[in-house]
Protein backbone atom coordinates (compact mmCIF):
# COMPACT_ATOMS: atom_id res chain seq x y z
CA UNK A 1 0.00 0.00 0.00
CA UNK A 2 1.26 2.94 -1.01
CA UNK A 3 1.64 5.98 1.63
CA UNK A 4 3.79 8.72 2.96
CA UNK A 5 4.72 8.53 6.15
CA UNK A 6 5.78 11.32 8.79
CA UNK A 7 8.31 10.77 11.55
CA UNK A 8 6.05 11.84 14.50
CA UNK A 9 2.74 11.83 15.21
CA UNK A 10 2.78 14.12 18.20
CA UNK A 11 5.88 16.30 18.87
CA UNK A 12 6.51 18.86 22.51
CA UNK A 13 9.62 21.26 22.20
CA UNK A 14 10.10 24.35 23.76
CA UNK A 15 10.08 27.86 22.33
CA UNK A 16 13.75 28.62 20.46
CA UNK A 17 14.48 25.15 19.42
CA UNK A 18 15.17 23.97 16.24
CA UNK A 19 12.55 21.59 15.33
CA UNK A 20 12.78 18.67 12.11
CA UNK A 21 9.36 17.41 10.58
CA UNK A 22 10.49 14.44 8.74
CA UNK A 23 7.87 13.48 5.43
CA UNK A 24 9.12 10.15 3.35
CA UNK A 25 7.19 8.76 0.11
CA UNK A 26 7.50 5.43 -1.59
CA UNK A 27 5.55 6.22 -4.55
CA UNK A 28 8.17 8.10 -6.37
CA UNK A 29 6.15 11.18 -6.47
CA UNK A 30 8.17 14.22 -7.86
CA UNK A 31 6.43 16.42 -5.89
CA UNK A 32 5.97 16.85 -2.14
CA UNK A 33 4.09 19.43 -0.05
CA UNK A 34 4.00 20.94 3.63
CA UNK A 35 0.78 22.16 5.08
CA UNK A 36 -0.06 23.42 8.88
CA UNK A 37 -3.81 23.23 9.29
CA UNK A 38 -5.40 25.27 12.29
CA UNK A 39 -8.72 25.97 13.36
CA UNK A 40 -10.94 28.37 11.51
CA UNK A 41 -8.11 28.57 8.95
CA UNK A 42 -7.99 25.43 7.38
CA UNK A 43 -5.17 23.75 5.15
CA UNK A 44 -2.47 26.28 4.18
CA UNK A 45 0.72 25.46 2.17
CA UNK A 46 4.16 26.41 3.89
CA UNK A 47 6.34 24.82 1.14
CA UNK A 48 6.64 22.74 -1.84
CA UNK A 49 9.00 21.03 -3.82
CA UNK A 50 8.99 19.61 -7.81
CA UNK A 51 12.31 17.62 -7.72
CA UNK A 52 15.10 17.39 -5.81
CA UNK A 53 16.86 20.24 -4.12
CA UNK A 54 14.29 22.90 -5.29
CA UNK A 55 11.87 24.33 -3.72
CA UNK A 56 9.09 26.72 -4.04
CA UNK A 57 7.10 28.92 -1.35
CA UNK A 58 3.83 28.78 -0.66
CA UNK A 59 1.15 31.04 1.35
CA UNK A 60 2.86 31.05 4.76
CA UNK A 61 6.75 30.56 4.51
CA UNK A 62 8.12 32.89 7.20
CA UNK A 63 9.24 30.97 10.05
CA UNK A 64 10.15 28.10 8.16
CA UNK A 65 12.48 26.68 5.59
CA UNK A 66 12.73 23.01 3.77
CA UNK A 67 15.34 20.59 2.28
CA UNK A 68 14.47 18.42 -0.55
CA UNK A 69 18.07 15.96 -0.96
CA UNK A 70 16.07 12.80 -1.90
CA UNK A 71 13.35 12.37 -4.42
CA UNK A 72 11.75 10.08 -1.33
CA UNK A 73 12.38 13.04 1.58
CA UNK A 74 11.00 16.24 2.21
CA UNK A 75 11.99 17.91 5.30
CA UNK A 76 10.63 20.98 7.47
CA UNK A 77 12.25 23.07 9.21
CA UNK A 78 11.39 25.45 12.15
CA UNK A 79 14.60 27.42 12.66
CA UNK A 80 13.09 29.07 16.08
CA UNK A 81 10.22 27.33 17.41
CA UNK A 82 7.72 29.64 18.29
CA UNK A 83 4.32 29.36 20.20
CA UNK A 84 2.79 30.65 17.09
CA UNK A 85 3.96 27.61 14.98
CA UNK A 86 1.93 25.24 17.61
CA UNK A 87 -0.09 23.04 14.57
CA UNK A 88 -0.79 20.12 13.05
CA UNK A 89 1.24 19.77 10.08
CA UNK A 90 0.82 17.95 7.04
CA UNK A 91 3.10 16.47 4.23
CA UNK A 92 1.91 15.46 1.01
CA UNK A 93 3.33 13.67 -2.69
CA UNK A 94 1.91 13.96 -6.07
CA UNK A 95 2.96 13.15 -9.42
CA UNK A 96 3.90 16.29 -11.93
CA UNK A 97 2.93 14.93 -15.14
CA UNK A 98 -0.59 13.04 -13.87
CA UNK A 99 -3.18 15.33 -12.89
CA UNK A 100 -5.48 12.89 -12.95
CA UNK A 101 -3.78 11.08 -9.77
CA UNK A 102 -5.13 12.31 -6.25
CA UNK A 103 -2.54 13.83 -3.93
CA UNK A 104 -1.65 11.54 -0.93
CA UNK A 105 -1.39 12.73 2.36
CA UNK A 106 0.06 11.67 5.13
CA UNK A 107 -1.68 11.26 8.87
CA UNK A 108 -0.19 14.45 10.63
CA UNK A 109 2.49 15.60 13.27
CA UNK A 110 0.65 17.71 15.72
CA UNK A 111 3.37 20.36 17.33
CA UNK A 112 3.35 22.26 20.40
CA UNK A 113 5.55 24.58 21.18
CA UNK A 114 5.85 25.34 24.64
CA UNK B 1 -5.49 30.17 -8.55
CA UNK B 2 -9.31 29.35 -9.47
CA UNK B 3 -11.63 29.30 -6.38
CA UNK B 4 -14.19 27.06 -4.88
CA UNK B 5 -17.45 27.54 -3.11
CA UNK B 6 -18.79 24.95 -0.68
CA UNK B 7 -21.47 25.31 2.17
CA UNK B 8 -20.29 25.46 5.70
CA UNK B 9 -21.67 22.54 6.59
CA UNK B 10 -24.75 19.66 5.60
CA UNK B 11 -26.71 17.28 7.76
CA UNK B 12 -27.78 14.22 6.41
CA UNK B 13 -29.37 10.63 7.87
CA UNK B 14 -27.90 7.17 8.12
CA UNK B 15 -28.40 5.00 4.60
CA UNK B 16 -30.23 8.06 2.55
CA UNK B 17 -27.91 9.58 -0.13
CA UNK B 18 -25.79 13.00 0.59
CA UNK B 19 -25.23 15.54 -2.11
CA UNK B 20 -22.31 17.68 -1.62
CA UNK B 21 -22.56 20.27 -4.44
CA UNK B 22 -19.35 22.84 -5.39
CA UNK B 23 -19.41 26.29 -7.24
CA UNK B 24 -15.89 26.96 -9.48
CA UNK B 25 -17.47 29.15 -11.75
CA UNK B 26 -13.85 30.29 -12.67
CA UNK B 27 -12.78 26.89 -13.54
CA UNK B 28 -10.27 26.90 -16.80
CA UNK B 29 -10.64 24.13 -19.62
CA UNK B 30 -7.77 21.92 -18.40
CA UNK B 31 -8.67 21.97 -14.84
CA UNK B 32 -9.33 18.54 -13.26
CA UNK B 33 -12.32 18.63 -10.20
CA UNK B 34 -10.61 16.61 -7.52
CA UNK B 35 -12.64 15.45 -3.51
CA UNK B 36 -10.70 15.10 -0.74
CA UNK B 37 -12.11 13.98 2.69
CA UNK B 38 -10.67 14.58 5.90
CA UNK B 39 -11.57 12.51 9.27
CA UNK B 40 -10.88 13.97 12.46
CA UNK B 41 -7.09 14.13 13.27
CA UNK B 42 -6.16 12.18 10.07
CA UNK B 43 -4.46 13.88 7.14
CA UNK B 44 -7.04 14.62 3.99
CA UNK B 45 -7.60 11.52 1.42
CA UNK B 46 -8.50 11.29 -1.87
CA UNK B 47 -12.09 10.10 -3.12
CA UNK B 48 -12.78 10.79 -6.81
CA UNK B 49 -11.88 13.24 -9.61
CA UNK B 50 -13.33 14.33 -12.99
CA UNK B 51 -13.03 16.17 -15.60
CA UNK B 52 -15.92 16.97 -18.02
CA UNK B 53 -17.78 13.34 -17.60
CA UNK B 54 -19.48 12.32 -14.57
CA UNK B 55 -16.91 9.52 -12.35
CA UNK B 56 -17.94 6.47 -10.23
CA UNK B 57 -15.51 4.81 -8.43
CA UNK B 58 -16.45 2.57 -5.14
CA UNK B 59 -16.84 5.61 -3.04
CA UNK B 60 -18.79 8.19 -4.21
CA UNK B 61 -19.92 9.63 -7.64
CA UNK B 62 -18.92 13.03 -8.99
CA UNK B 63 -21.42 14.59 -11.09
CA UNK B 64 -20.09 17.60 -13.28
CA UNK B 65 -22.71 19.80 -14.98
CA UNK B 66 -22.67 20.47 -18.74
CA UNK B 67 -20.65 23.87 -18.64
CA UNK B 68 -18.57 22.55 -15.55
CA UNK B 69 -19.25 25.49 -12.77
CA UNK B 70 -20.21 23.35 -10.65
CA UNK B 71 -20.07 20.05 -9.53
CA UNK B 72 -21.81 17.68 -6.72
CA UNK B 73 -19.85 14.88 -4.79
CA UNK B 74 -22.69 11.66 -4.00
CA UNK B 75 -22.54 9.26 -0.99
CA UNK B 76 -25.49 7.02 -2.36
CA UNK B 77 -26.00 5.47 0.73
CA UNK B 78 -24.52 7.71 3.71
CA UNK B 79 -23.05 5.62 7.02
CA UNK B 80 -21.47 7.47 10.24
CA UNK B 81 -18.11 6.76 8.80
CA UNK B 82 -18.58 9.36 6.18
CA UNK B 83 -18.90 12.07 9.01
CA UNK B 84 -16.03 14.46 7.64
CA UNK B 85 -14.47 17.59 6.04
CA UNK B 86 -14.92 17.28 2.22
CA UNK B 87 -12.85 19.68 0.11
CA UNK B 88 -13.74 20.34 -3.67
CA UNK B 89 -10.32 21.24 -5.00
CA UNK B 90 -9.50 22.99 -8.78
CA UNK B 91 -5.61 20.95 -9.86
CA UNK B 92 -4.46 22.27 -12.99
CA UNK B 93 -2.18 20.34 -15.35
CA UNK B 94 1.22 21.70 -15.61
CA UNK B 95 4.49 21.05 -18.20
CA UNK B 96 6.68 21.49 -15.54
CA UNK B 97 6.97 21.93 -11.88
CA UNK B 98 4.36 21.45 -9.24
CA UNK B 99 0.98 22.33 -8.98
CA UNK B 100 -0.30 23.20 -5.46
CA UNK B 101 -3.59 22.00 -4.14
CA UNK B 102 -5.74 24.84 -2.42
CA UNK B 103 -7.50 23.96 -0.25
CA UNK B 104 -11.03 26.26 0.88
CA UNK B 105 -13.07 25.19 4.47
CA UNK B 106 -14.76 22.66 3.26
CA UNK B 107 -18.16 21.00 3.98
CA UNK B 108 -18.30 19.48 7.31
CA UNK B 109 -20.99 16.71 6.91
CA UNK B 110 -22.51 15.34 10.05
CA UNK B 111 -24.44 12.29 9.35
CA UNK B 112 -27.14 11.10 12.13
CA UNK B 113 -28.09 7.93 13.06
Known amino acids: DVKVTQSSRYLVKRTGEKVFLECVQD?????MFWYRQDPGLGLRLIYFSYDVKMKEKGDIPEGYSVSREKKERFSLILESASTNQTSMYLCASSFTHLPNYGYTFGSGTRLTVV | DAKTTQPNSMESNEEEPVHLPCNHS???????IHWYLQLPSQGPEYVIH???SNVNNRMASLAIAEDRKSSTLILHRATLRDAAVYYC??????????????FGQGTRLTINP
Open chain 1, 27 to 31: MDHEN
Open chain 2, 89 to 102: ILRKRVVQGAQKLV
Open chain 2, 50 to 52: GLT
Open chain 2, 26 to 32: TISGTDY
